[in-house]
C-alpha cells in the first residue's frame, strides 16, 4: 500500500482535464522490458525514472528477487533462506532489503551494476516485531527492529557496513528530511539524531503514545491524541527544537494527516477536514457529507490525503460508494481540493482519473472523478488490480504488469485534449 500511494502522489497531475475528444477505441500491446522466466506470482516491487524494474517472483520453491531494464536482466538472486526477505526502501542506485532468521538480522544491499553489499547486524532479534526503515540521503540506512523486549535502532551505511546500534523503545514516531531524522519520544521529548546516532539537539516536551509528527517547510508539527476522548493537541516546533506554539483541536482520525503547502491538514473524528497555516491559524475546516450521519470513529476507512503536482490535495477513500465529491475552497495558495472514493481494491485514482480494468469487456477504462466512464481500451495483457498488486502505475498512462513470465510496458494512447 506504501508503493500505491506514493504512485499517486508523484503520478497525478500528469494532464491537464479540459473536455476531451476520444478517439476510437484501440488495441493496447505492451511492449517486454525483460523476462522473469519460470517464475511465479511475480510482483512489480519499484520502477525507477530510468525504467528499470524491481521484482519479487517465486520459482523452484525459491524466492527471488530481481532487477531488469530494456530486455536485459541486471541481477537476480534467489533467497535460499527460507523466509522472504523485505524490499522496504529505493534509495539513488540502491535497494535495501532485511530479514530475520535464527534470531539474526540480515541488511542486503543491491546496485544497478548487481553489485552486493550485506551484513548480518551483532546481535539476537525477534522474527516477527518490525516498526519500519528509512534510508538518508547519503545513503545511510536505518532500521527499527525488536531485540528481545526493547526497540532498537540499527544504523548501516550505503554499502551495508553496521554502524551503530541505540535503543529506540520510548520512541513514538519518526520524520526524515535529506540527512536528517527527527524524533519524537516519550522519555526524551523531541530530538534531531545525527548520522552518528547521537543527538544533536533535544528539547523536552511530553509525548503519548498517541502522537504523531510530520515536517514541512522547516516546521516541525506535532499531534498528540493522548490527552482526552475526542480531542489532542497540536503543536509546532522549527527544525532546531524552538517552541513555536500549541493549541487544543479535535482528534486526528487515525494517522490520516499531511504537512504541505505551509499548512498542516488533517481530518478528525467529528468527520471534518481541517487545515492550519504555520502559525497555528485555522485556514478553513469542511464537513465531509459521507460522515454525518454514519461516522465510527473506530472504523478504518480513510485513504490518506495525497499532494496533486498542481498543489492541490486529494483526500483517497476506497470504501465507499463509486462515485467522486469535489470540494471547491477558497483558502491561500492551495486552490482546489478534491474528495474522492474509488471502487475498494480494483481502482486507481489520480487528479484526473479513476483507472480500473473491465473484466467483461477486457477493457481498461479511464472514468473521471465521479466514476462516469470516459473511455475503454481493449488490452491484450490483462491487468491484476488486486490487493497483492502486479501491477504497477507510473503515472497517468504508464505501467508496468506481468504476463506469461514477461514484465510489459504498458503506454495508454490518451487522446489530445481540445
Do not use: C
Not at 500500500?1 to 500491446?29: E, N, Q, Y
Not at 467529528?270 to 497555516?277: A, K, T
Amino acid at each position: 500500500m506504501k508503493r500505491f500511494l506514493l504512485i499517486l502522489m508523484l503520478a497525478a497531475g500528469m494532464l491537464g482535464f479540459t473536455s476531451p475528444v476520444w478517439a476510437d477505441a484501440i488495441s493496447i500491446h505492451g511492449v517486454s522490458v525483460g523476462s522473469v522466466s519460470g517464475k511465479e506470482s511475480t510482483r512489480i516491487l519499484h520502477v525507477d525514472e530510468d525504467g528499470t524494474v524491481y521484482y519479487r517472483a517465486y520459482g523452484n520453491k525459491k524466492i527471488y528477487y530481481g532487477a531488469v531494464r530494456n530486455q536485459k536482466k541486471l541481477w537476480e538472486f534467489a533467497n535460499n533462506e527460507g523466509i522472504p526477505l523485505h524490499a522496504e526502501e529505493f534509495s539513488g542506485d540502491r535497494v535495501y532489503f532485511y530479514g530475520i532468521r535464527d534470531q539474526k538480522l540480515k541488511v542486503i544491499i543491491y546496485d544497478k551494476t548487481g553489485k552486493r553489499y550485506e551484513a548480518v547486524a551483532p546481535g539476537t532479534y525477534n522474527l516477527t516485531e518490525y516498526y519500519g526503515d528509512q534510508v538518508l540521503a547519503d545513503g545511510t540506512y536505518y532500521l527499527r527492529a525488536m531485540q528481545g523486549s526493547a526497540e532498537v535502532l540499527l544504523a548501516f551505511d550505503a554499502k551495508a557496513k553496521f554502524l551503530w546500534k541505540r535503543d529506540f523503545s520510548s520512541v513514538v514516531s519518526t520524520i526524515q528530511q535529506d540527512n536528517s531524522l527527527y524524533v519524537l519520544d516519550k522519555k526524551y521529548g523531541l530530538f534531531k539524531l545525527r548520522t552518528d546516532g547521537k543527538a544533536k539537539w533535544k528539547t523536552p516536551l511530553k509525548a503519548s503514545s498517541d502522537s504523531w509528527i510530520s515536517l514541512e517547510k522547516d516546521v516541525l508539527y506535532i499531534h498528540d491524541s493522548g490527552y482526552e476522548p475526542g480531542r489532542a493537541m497540536l503543536s509546532a516546533y522549527s527544525t532546531d527544537g524552538a517552541f513555536l506554539w500549541m493549541k487544543p483541536v479535535a482528534k486526528l482520525m487515525d494517522t490520516f494527516m499531511i504537512a504541505h503547502g505551509n499548512a498542516y491538514h488533517y481530518v478528525d473524528v467529528e468527520g471534518s477536514w481541517n487545515s492550519y497555516d504555520a502559525k497555528g491559524e485555522l485556514l478553513w475546516s469542511v464537513s465531509i457529507p459521507e460522515f454525518d450521519s454514519s461516522f465510527d470513529p473506530d472504523d478504518m476507512h480513510f485513504g490518506l490525503i495525497l499532494i496533486l503536482n498542481d498543489g492541490s490535495l486529494l483526500l483517497q477513500d476506497w470504501s465507499q460508494n463509486d462515485y467522486g465529491y469535489v470540494m471547491d475552497l477558497k483558502s491561500g495558495t492551495l486552490s482546489k481540493y478534491m474528495y474522492s472514493t474509488a471502487r475498494s481494491g480494483t481502482t486507481y485514482t489520480t487528479e484526473n482519473y479513476m483507472i480500473y480494468y473491465e473484466e467483461e469487456e477486457d477493457a481498461i477504462v479511464y472514468a473521471d472523478l465521479e466514476g462516469n466512464p470516459l473511455h475503454r481500451y481493449h488490452y491484450a495483457y490483462k491487468p491484476d488490480f488486486t490487493e497483492d498488486e502486479t501491477t504497477y502505475f507510473y503515472n497517468e498512462t504508464t505501467f508496468y504488469t506481468v504476463w506469461n513470465s514477461k514484465i510489459y510496458k504498458i503506454v495508454v494512447p490518451l487522446p489530445a485534449s481540445s
